[in-house]
């Protein structure tokens, strides 16, 4: 583990005498030497958790959408004391409850 991440720290950053390495060379890097300079188990998972980091990234990167305003907000039911409920999926063993959407928010 250690390895790889010293590996990805010092290609990612730029040196005196070359250019930091792009994310998708130093994953390149690091999945060409799964087996002989890295366990091919840990790379396969550094190179998969890096990924999905940086669709998590892309996702926070783009705009949110566009917040109604109190005009276009749908008119609200006339008992709005009780949350709406959420069915589960009926699991082998287990009593089918519905549960408060605010339990699920949380």
């Known amino acids: 583990v250690i390895a790889i991440c010293d590996a990805y720290d010092a ?3 730029p ?3 070359r250019e ?10 690091i999945t060409d030497g799964a ?6 188990g840990v790379a396969s998972a550094f190179v998969a958790m890096m990924r999905r980091m940086d669709e998590r990234q892309l996702l926070l990167t ?4 566009p917040q ?3 005009a276009e907000t749908p ?6 004391s009780q949350p709406p409920e959420v069915a589960l999926e009926q699991s082998e063993g287990v009593t089918r ?10």
Do not use: M
């Open 35 to 40: 087996g002989r300079l890295f366990d091919h």
């Open 62 to 65: 783009q705009p949110a959408p």
């Open 15 to 17: 040196k005196s005498y």
């Open 68 to 70: 109604l305003t109190k």
């Open 11 to 13: 290609l990612r950053a």
């Open 20 to 29: 930091a390495w792009t994310q998708g060379d130093v994953l390149g890097h």
């Open 75 to 80: 008119p609200a039911d006339e008992d709005d």
């Open 97 to 106: 409850e519905p549960v408060p959407t605010r339990a699920i928010e949380e």
